[in-house]
């Protein structure tokens, strides 16, 4: 058989028209917009899974145990840095908070400058006094590198800087092991854990931090910091006390309730002394009350929520 004798048709339609085609001149953008299209919910969930679906979220312990004292050497820094963005490219360090967790009655320090170089300078005199050879942070690598970039840009000689240790609190509460070790699990955020560990409540959302900045609010630009830095410092306590190596002569009896032990360190309400104290105010009831000034985190007299201390 031939190509001609093989069967075949074809129908051509046509439109007389005056309009001339469109065609795009050199340069022209077009733009769409796509809108997309809802996905259909067909899952059913029946009722007896719903109320055990929010019957089994995370436990959150009514008293929790008391957080170990300790007093050792001083080689440990716990860090944490505000910043106007999160690229070192595109924002400025606002503020550098550290705390030493090694010491008996941690107390956060905070430098806060009129500039992001005069910052750095405060800082970097202060570490030149120090023997810190480790940072501790919650994704410490973020403040650890954001401040190498701005010792580049101030050209600053500072060789101790990059030959610090890191001990990622993030890395540690994702995989539990330092070495890496594939796999997919959430991170988690440092007030997820808090919430969850200690029972504590964010001290405001991070957004706040850049209002405070436009409004030179440097007061609560350090209690915000502070806030973070306490935090990260019992991650670290807790993780020295699942693996038994805090180096210490003097511990809390862990078989006691936090209540019980009504230390700075701890997230109990401190016993009535003469010490000097400060008005407080409860983020979830707005209940006003005092705390000793030199405490970390007392606890709500009226709802029991954590309250950090505003001045650490």
């Not at 993780?239 to 230390?263: A, W, Y």
Request: net charge negative.
């Amino acid at each position: 058989m031939t190509n001609e004798d093989l069967p075949s048709s074809i129908k051509i339609d046509w439109v007389e028209t005056t309009e001339e085609p469109f065609v795009p001149k050199t340069g022209t953008t077009i733009f769409a917009e796509l809108t997309p299209i809802e996905r259909e919910e067909n899952t059913y969930y029946t009722p007896e899974y719903v109320d055990w679906y929010k019957e089994t979220g995370p436990v959150y312990i009514p008293k929790y145990e008391a957080v170990p004292e300790f007093e050792g050497v001083q080689k440990e820094l716990i860090i944490n840095v505000e910043t106007t963005r999160v690229k070192p490219w595109e924002g400025q360090i606002l503020c550098i908070g550290v705390l030493d967790p090694n010491q008996l009655e941690p107390q956060a320090l905070n430098f806060i400058e009129e500039n992001e170089e005069a910052t750095v300078n405060a800082f970097l005199d202060w570490f030149a006094t120090t023997r810190y050879s480790t940072l501790i942070g919650y994704n410490v690598s973020f403040d650890y590198r954001f401040i190498y970039a701005s010792l580049q840009k101030y050209r600053k000689t500072v060789p101790r800087w990059t030959e610090l240790e890191l001990y990622d609190c993030m890395q540690q509460q994702k995989q539990v092991k330092s070495a890496y070790v594939y796999g997919n699990n959430p991170t988690g955020k440092l007030e997820d854990w808090a919430t969850l560990l200690l029972g504590a409540q964010p001290y405001a959302k991070q957004e706040k931090v850049w209002e405070w900045a436009k409004e030179g609010n440097v007061e609560e630009i350090m209690n915000f910091n502070s806030d973070k830095l306490v935090k990260t410092y019992y991650l670290w306590v807790l993780d020295k006390v699942v693996k038994g190596t805090i180096e210490t002569n003097e511990t809390t009896d862990n078989t006691s309730s936090t209540e019980e032990h009504l230390g700075e360190s701890t997230l109990g309400n401190p016993s009535p002394t003469t010490q000097e104290s400060i008005k407080v105010q409860c983020l979830n009831c707005l209940q006003e009350q005092e705390m000793p000034k030199s405490a970390k985190v007392i606890r709500c007299l009226v709802c029991g929520t954590p309250i950090s201390n505003p001045a650490l």
